[in-house]
């Protein structure tokens, strides 16, 4: 039984480690394009800086280092640690700003459609 565990924790190295490598490739040769990663999408003001998403970003990749760590110290080959429960509502919190941002510009841009045919209407009946 420990060389299953083995066999299958060097699988995972080369699995995870195999998928790292094709990411970093197509990053440097171009074949993921990552610019307007952090700019807005389908608005009105469109192709500008988005605090969401750099906010996003940054608070998703920290927890993600954060916790990296945590089973860096803790290498245990019976289980992962916990994730903690701050770090959860830190994540969730992030999550939810982004998404009522997305909220916000869906209800702007509906808004702004209906005033559109509402001044339309109004230019017809004139």
Not at 3 to 24: D, N
Not at 106 to 113: A, G, I, M, N
């Amino acid at each position: 039984m420990p060389g299953l565990v083995t066999a299958v924790r060097w699988e995972m190295i080369i699995l995870l480690g195999g998928l790292m490598g094709v990411v970093v490739y197509k990053l440097l040769t171009g074949g993921m394009n990552l610019s307007g990663l952090l700019e807005v999408k389908g608005g009105v003001d469109d192709e500008t800086f988005s605090p969401a998403r750099s906010q996003m970003l940054m608070a998703t990749v920290l927890a993600a280092m954060y916790y990296l760590l945590q089973v860096i110290n803790n290498p245990s080959s019976t289980s992962i640690p916990d994730v903690p429960t701050p770090l959860v509502g830190v994540l969730a919190g992030s999550h939810a700003i982004y998404l009522g941002g997305k909220v916000q510009s869906l209800k702007d841009q509906l808004f702004s459609k209906q005033s559109q045919k509402d001044d339309g209407k109004k230019k017809e009946s004139v």
